[in-house]
């Protein structure tokens, strides 16, 4: 997956050299790449309006739609699936109230996807954009263990999981 200016031709960036000479930039090697597969990706976010209506739920993909890079599509769909199961274990085996947790999963689970997952994935996007400054940025990362630390609390949603609780 590379990122694509509005300005460059698709056909140029389609074709058996674009993508060869994309491929090499990122690791050289003899001969030529099998490419078995090429298409263009408009990149989109959208979260749904509810993800609950009665006794149907949203999750993942059905749930949220948002840019592939940085992983956060499978990320955030098996956090909307940890904390609709801990919803459902709530009722089902401890016998708490449902309504107040239903609406629970839904505000937690929308508010993050809103606030975090489509932020980070728009920074991560405008971070491709230029790639020198993002391995600068990276690297700059990587050498403080504090920076890098915070950087993989974030990047892993781990750090969601503390905001998701204060929601009530």
Known sequence: MFPVRPEEDEAALLSDEGIERRLQRVWAKPGRYEIAHRTLYSVHQRVAGAYRKGRAFLAGDAAHLNNPLGGFGMNSGIHDAWNLVDKLKRIILDKEPAEPLLGLYDRQR??????????????????????????????????????RRGFLLRQSMYESRTREAMIA
């Open 110 to 147: 929308r508010t993050i996807m809103n606030e975090f997952v489509q932020t980070q994935t728009i920074a991560n996007l405008d971070d491709m954009a230029d790639g020198d400054a993002r391995q600068a940025k990276l690297a700059k990362v990587h050498a403080d263990p504090e920076r």
